[in-house]
């Protein structure tokens, strides 16, 4: 699977736009791009995920660049329920296993 | 409201007893999985299951078991548990296996302390 590259924090003011930037260079024609965030003593939860178009939902916005080779997910407005570990993962679009590789992570603080 | 059950939340046991994490989903899913998580080391997958009696070993499984007897419920089984097993492990379900497409769920996480 390719590996994503995330900043290893990131602080945000409440009520302001956030984007969270990831690398993921080595992309093939095949990966999804997901988003998952893990509040404090939770399990990870789903955010959005994509594969070359930029994507809406309730929760967040997903601007995939040009070349697929990074991602941006965008939180309109941040409040302080969004201070959370933010994983962007690959998987491949035939992955059997279902697997999500979930690396380091971007904790995003978030400030009154 | 659908949701991913895990029990117990907190565990604390002694080298050699064996356990059980249950794990249940209430969403009719087809696969299931396990993960573990650690500092440094993020979520692991440990097992995962397809669908009622297929399971597979993930990237993690030596010293796990689990088996997948009804779609709903997925336990871990540790039969013999020792100390690099303390973790904080999550079970995780989704409408299907056929494409990493579908959205995981993820359980509250069961944090297990072996002395």
């Known amino acids: 699977d390719a590996k994503t590259t995330q900043p290893n924090s990131m602080e945000s003011n409440e009520e302001e736009p956030v984007h969270l930037p990831c690398n993921h260079s080595?992309?093939?024609?095949?990966?999804?791009i997901h988003w998952y965030r893990q509040l404090p003593s939770q399990g990870p939860e789903y955010v959005i995920h994509?594969?070359?178009s930029n994507v809406n939902n309730r929760m967040a916005s997903l601007a995939i660049a040009e070349d697929r080779k990074s991602s941006t997910l965008i939180l309109h407005r941040a409040t302080l329920r969004d201070a959370a570990v933010y994983y962007c993962?690959?998987?491949?679009?035939?992955?059997?296993?279902?697997?999500?590789?979930f690396g380091q992570g971007t904790e995003l603080s978030v400030k009154p | 409201e659908a949701q991913v059950t895990q029990n117990p939340r907190y565990l604390i046991t002694v080298t050699g007893k064996k356990l059980t994490v249950t794990c249940s989903q209430n969403?009719?899913?087809?696969?299931m999985s396990w993960y573990r998580q650690d500092p440094g080391l993020g979520l692991r997958q440990i097992y995962y299951?397809?669908?009622?009696?297929?399971?597979d070993k993930g990237d993690v499984p030596e010293g796990y078991k689990v088996s997948r007897k009804e779609k709903r419920n997925f336990p871990l089984i540790l039969e013999s548990p020792s100390p690099n097993q303390t973790s904080l492990y999550f079970c995780?379900?989704?409408?299907?296996?056929?494409?990493?497409?579908?959205?995981?769920?993820f359980g509250p996480g069961t944090r297990l302390t072996v002395l």
């Open positions: 299951s397809m669908n009622v009696e297929v399971t």
């Open positions: 995780a379900s989704s409408l299907s296996s056929g494409s990493s497409y579908n959205e995981q769920f």
């Open positions: 969403m009719n899913h087809e696969y």
């Open positions: 080595t992309i093939s024609g095949t990966d999804y």
């Open positions: 993962i690959l998987s491949d679009v035939h992955n059997q296993g279902g697997k999500l590789i």
């Open positions: 994509g594969l070359t």
